[in-house]
């Protein structure tokens, strides 16, 4: 009963107080929630995408098939072909038109990227052209059709939109056709292009849009920096080639004694359950097409199918040297010109890549990871991967693994990369670092590798040029950073410095499970992380991802007194993270302790109260460096003698 009537003599008071006191109250109620802890504004979770950021009961997605018939002729530098798609409808959506992106368009004469011509974009020491070098294209469509009628369609650059006569009802199905044709650029956007005979080809179909829950269409153009986001479905794709090239492609060949030798379908055999290096064409064998072709004139048709891929491309040449390998009966295929002389070794590089992501992350889904050496500076596709022939030995294995971790990220966690680079390359490059890591150990390299994130801070967290990673990549001036970079040392960071290794990594895997074969945002990754780990994260991600916030830890003061000392710790910046405390006492004896996210709870400082019984004569924090701290003249405290 006195608990009661004192809240109502509180209550009293309030309603008492003079009116100008009432009018400050409300505007004390109206001040912002400032709090680093405050929680992330995130969609509402429902029955299609959880609280707990796994796909819910009701999740959907479109589902599109391909049937592709298509032919390379090199004499013209042309590709022509005519395809089928199935669209099925999962949605629970009516949708009274299709959105298809045309990307040869890409280098149409009056694209957005020839009209502006946009200079290449840097990444640290070398440039990537988005850019179609003064090449002037683009798709000439011959036809598209609705269940065999002509359909009326508008297109918008690198975007088509088709009006269907009757709206696509939910858990219906509808067949387009479409005929097409364009010349292959040099190096179409950085991403496809050819080297005299040597074709990677990418990009090089019209394909559907995604349509999902939470954006309807996901139609924004193709300007070249911005990659791709695709629905999965089943490909059946037969192309057309001069008898001498070899093809490598998306997906299973189905027709290897129509376009093979014997002796190459045996190596190929041997080689899935090989751990040593199988020799499928020589440098011998390819001083005579005989020896490595079944036909000596004409045309070959190379048929592949593939299930549940979010993309089809293919390369082809007639010179390649090719070596495979296997692991866990996966085929891994290396292709290379004689001139590549850092590929001998490439397959060993595929192997211990493939091997890793597998045991580490998640097991590979398919069977066959092949790399193709070419004029594209690094691309990845379902199964395949174009890769240039690098300067150096670890160039080389970074640029091969690279390629190959984006098969996890977004080839099997289908993440919308058009707009969020750091779901896709930020972690793939966060699994890269210690896998190279592995390859090098004991070398200078392999030992360091993994702090270069780190250590590009100073030269890329720049106040006023560093952009959130939030941010669509078609407006970032550092992508090298904002897409690559900071994302990997973000999450170096939350894994060694916040979670630890076991509960980051088990957080992390079940992201990879829950979303495989499906479309994450990035409230479902945060969701996930943290209903695995356990600790919400809201401010972590707000400080990596929503804004630039620096870190500044300092140690104040320290009070030496008869209870013990007081360590006066502060947090200076706009980012907040736990604390690592290297003590040293009068004695000559030395404490270390870790203090947790949840000291800044009050505010920015912080009182640690040290259990040891001595005077501490030097106190630092964040003795190892670890975290990217932009001003470490405060880091250290020493008593004066």
């Known amino acids: ?44 979770p429902n029955s299609v ?147 005299g005979p040597l074709y990677e080809i990418a990009q090089w179909y019209p394909r559907m849009a995604v349509y999902d829950d939470v954006h309807g269409w996901n139609h924004e153009p193709y300007i070249g920096a911005g990659e791709f986001y695709l629905e999965y479905g089943d490909f059946d794709v037969s192309l057309t080639v001069p008898f001498s090239y070899i093809v490598r492609a998306t997906g299973e060949l189905r027709n290897p004694r129509q376009v093979l030798t014997p002796t190459e379908i045996a190596r190929l055999a041997a080689a899935r359950d090989a751990d040593t290096t199988v020799h499928v064409i020589t440098s011998r064998e390819l001083e005579s097409f005989a020896a490595i072709r079944p036909a000596a004139s004409g045309t070959l048709t190379w ?53 890793y992501f597998s045991e580490q992350w998640y097991p590979y889904p398919w069977s066959h990871a092949t790399t193709v050496e070419g004029p594209i500076q690094g691309m990845e596709y379902p199964m395949l991967t174009f890769v240039p022939n690098s300067p150096t030995r670890e160039d080389q294995q970074w640029a091969l693994a690279h390629e190959f971790g984006h098969e996890w990220f977004p080839m099997l966690v289908g993440s919308n990369e058009r707009l969020y680079p750091w779901m896709d390359e930020g972690f793939n490059t966060f699994i890269d670092l210690h896998n190279a890591a592995l390859y090098f150990a004991g070398t200078a390299y392999g030992d360091s590798i993994e702090s270069h994130p780190l250590h590009l801070y100073a030269e890329h967290g720049v106040p006023g040029n560093e952009q959130p990673l939030i941010e669509n990549p078609t407006e970032v001036r550092d992508l090298f950073w904002t897409g690559y970079q900071k994302p990997a040392l973000m999450l170096q960071t939350l894994r060694a410095e916040v979670l630890g290794p076991q509960r980051f990594d088990d957080a992390f895997r079940a992201y990879i499970r829950a979303w495989a074969f499906k479309h994450p945002t990035p409230a479902d990754f945060f969701r996930v992380m943290r209903d695995e780990s356990g600790m919400n994260l809201d401010w972590y991600w707000r400080e990596w991802i929503y804004t630039t916030a620096r870190l500044d830890q300092a140690v104040d003061s320290v009070a030496n007194g008869p209870d013990g000392a007081r360590v006066y710790l502060s947090s200076r910046g706009t980012m907040i993270m736990p604390v690592e405390l290297a003590l040293t006492f009068a004695d000559g ?31 630092q924090v964040d003795p190892r460096q670890a975290l990217p701290d932009i001003d470490r003249s405060n880091d250290r405290w020493r008593a004066r003698h």
């Open 1 to 44: 009963m006195r608990r009661l009537s004192l809240a109502l003599a509180g209550f009293a008071l309030i309603a008492a107080a003079p009116a100008s006191l009432a009018a400050q109250s409300r505007a004390e109620l109206a001040v912002a929630d400032s709090s680093p802890f405050r929680p992330l504004v995130l969609p509402t």
């Open 589 to 619: 004896s030395t404490s270390t302790v870790k203090l947790p996210i949840e000291m800044w709870n009050l505010g920015s400082t912080f009182v640690y109260r040290v259990p040891e019984r001595q005077s501490v004569v030097a106190a």
């Open 303 to 355: 048929h592949y199918t593939a299930r549940n891929v979010r993309d089809f491309a293919f390369a082809a040449g007639p010179d390649f040297l090719w070596d495979a390998t296997g692991w866990d009966h996966i085929l891994i295929e290396t292709l290379y010109r004689r001139s590549a002389d850092k590929w001998p070794e490439a397959i060993k590089m595929a192997r211990a890549t493939i091997k």
């Open 49 to 195: 995408r959880t609280a707990s950021g796994r796909p819910g009961a009701r999740y959907w997605q479109q589902k599109v098939d391909y049937t592709i018939a298509a032919t390379l002729d090199p004499a013209r530098n042309r590709i022509s072909g005519h395809e089928t798609i199935r669209y099925t409808n999962n949605s629970p959506d009516s949708l009274p038109y299709l959105w298809m992106f045309l990307e040869q368009n890409l280098c149409a004469p009056t694209s957005v990227t020839n009209v502006l011509n946009q200079p290449p974009l840097k990444f640290l020491g070398s440039e990537f052209d988005f850019s179609c070098q003064g090449f002037r294209g683009g798709l000439t469509l011959d036809y598209v059709r609705v269940g065999r009628h002509d359909a009326r369609h508008a297109v918008y650059g690198t975007t088509m939109r088709v009006d269907l006569a009757t709206p696509l009802a939910p858990g219906a199905s509808i067949t387009l056709e479409a005929a097409w044709s364009f010349q292959v650029p040099e190096q179409g956007g950085g991403r496809m292009g050819h080297d």
